[in-house]
């Protein structure tokens, strides 16, 4: 079956720019996950979703991020006033509600000027 | 200190070696450990998942996992040049958010 989709898979932007980056989850799966992995390093969580509500945020970094996932199925990851410190491999992934697996997209590549 | 450490490598084995790759972690409420395997410009991809202690195999992979030391293992036998990749442990207490380590990068020589 279809895995885990995420658009765009890249992405290049300016300092203070506003950019969104989509999640499609796998099929019938509640959680998603959103993490971030920077060069060389392993990817850092940022926000989990139980449903449509945020469960846990604890990750994100500072306001400029904001998440959301209305409908219980697609998520956008949404950074306001882009920083380059930003730029990094933006990750999602989603489980099954009773299950500790998590299945990855293949990331948005944001490179911000 | 970060919670979960791993030896970045690289690693450079010859095909058929047997690989041998190390965590190590802090945090004792740890219960759920993973190995994903990622390749350059790719999303990590579910090798393994265990629960708790012990052994798990499947097919060339081998995880263990010991809590009594904080200290879970992957081993690959027989290695293939196209289980050359960068391979990363990851963890959690309640089966939801993963802490990661810094991944290994193996490469395994025709």
């Known amino acids: 079956g279809a895995g885990v989709s995420q658009t765009p898979s890249n992405k290049v932007t300016e300092k203070g720019k506003y950019v969104e980056l989509r999640c499609d989850p796998i099929?019938?799966?509640?959680?998603l996950y959103w993490y971030r992995q920077s060069l060389g390093q392993g990817p850092e969580f940022l926000i989990y979703?139980?449903?449509?509500?945020?469960?846990?945020d604890s990750g994100l970094p500072n306001d400029r991020f904001f998440a959301v996932r209305p409908e219980g199925s697609v998520s956008t990851l949404k950074i306001q006033r882009t920083e380059r410190g930003d730029s990094a491999v933006y990750l999602c992934?989603?489980?099954?509600?009773?299950?500790?697996?998590?299945?990855f997209g293949p990331g948005t590549r944001l490179l911000v000027l | 200190q970060k919670e979960v450490e791993q030896d970045p490598g690289p690693l450079s084995v010859p095909e058929g070696a047997i690989v041998s790759l190390n965590c190590t972690y802090s945090?004792?409420?740890?219960?759920?450990f993973m190995w994903y395997r990622q390749y350059s410009r790719k999303g990590p991809e579910l090798l393994m998942y265990t629960y708790s202690s012990g052994n798990k195999e499947d097919g060339r992979f081998t995880a263990q996992v010991d809590k009594s030391s904080k200290y879970i293992s992957l081993f690959i036998r027989d290695s293939q040049p196209s289980d050359s990749a960068t391979y990363l442990c990851a963890m959690s207490w309640a089966g939801n958010m993963l802490t990661f380590g810094g991944g290994t990068r193996l490469m395994v020589k025709p």
């Open positions: 099929s019938g799966h509640t959680a």
């Open positions: 992934a989603s489980s099954p509600q009773d299950e500790g697996t998590q299945y």
């Open positions: 945090n004792s409420a740890f219960q759920y």
């Open positions: 979703f139980q449903g449509t509500g945020a469960a846990d």
